[in-house]
T-cell receptor, first 108, second 114 residues
């Protein structure tokens, strides 16, 4: 079964502190993983995808097939990072399976 | 600029009524999707379409239907609204030949069923 698990519904860190949003997946094939972000009053948008291996807004995520994880990290949190973050698994036929989401709050 | 829009943005209806939520995209994408967003569940796929006259059931399709008469539109119909269908609904589209399944989302419709 295809499943994405984000164990933390809420995560609160102070500005300047490191951030790690956890994501674990279950998929029998070769996974394609994504992080989507939803800022307040904005639509859901793609933040980054594992195959690009890029850093967006200071965030990175490494696919660990052994641990079936795709954790999102940022070394120094900024207040504008406060948002809802969804990890998503690209399954067959262009569909996405989303995790439950993590609401990240950056405290000043 | 190409975009994806949803209407209405907010809707209040009564149990048992039929409701249709509109989704319109100008990306010329073949693939379109409907999700509902609920606390603790994330986004769950309701229905999806790979092109004109193609529709498929998703994870939570009971009580919902869609039709695809053209490339741009995928309206979502709640045949007989129930309180359990109170949610935020998102429409998304993607390019069939695009890379890496990136989906582009609409702004969402907040539906309340009383």
């Amino acid at each position: 079964a295809q499943r994405v698990t984000q164990p933390e519904k809420l995560l609160s860190v102070f500005k300047g502190a490191p951030v790690e949003l956890k994501c674990n997946y279950s998929y029998s094939g070769s996974p394609e993983l994504f992080w989507y972000v939803q800022y307040s009053r904005q639509r859901l948008q793609l933040l980054l995808r594992h195959i690009s291996r890029e850093s967006i807004k200071g965030f990175t995520a490494d696919l660990n097939k052994g641990e079936t994880s795709f954790h999102l990290k940022k070394p120094f949190a900024q207040e504008e990072d406060s948002a809802m973050y969804y990890c998503a698994l690209g399954s067959w036929a262009q569909k996405l399976v989303f995790g439950q989401g993590t609401r990240l709050t950056i405290n000043p | 600029d190409a975009e994806i829009t949803q209407s209405p943005r907010h809707k209040i209806t009564e149990t048992g009524r039929q409701v249709t939520l509109a989704c319109h995209q100008t990306w010329n994408h073949n693939n379109m999707f409907w999700y509902r967003q609920d606390l603790g569940h994330g986004l769950r796929l309701i229905h999806y379409s790979y092109g004109v006259h193609d529709t498929n059931k998703g994870e939570v399709s009971d009580g919902y239907s869609v039709s695809r008469s053209n490339t741009e539109d995928l309206p979502l119909t709640l045949e007989s609204a129930a309180s359990s269908q109170t949610s935020v609904y998102f429409c998304a589209s993607s390019d069939q030949d695009g890379s890496y399944n990136e989906q582009f989302f609409g702004p969402g419709t907040r539906l309340t069923v009383l």
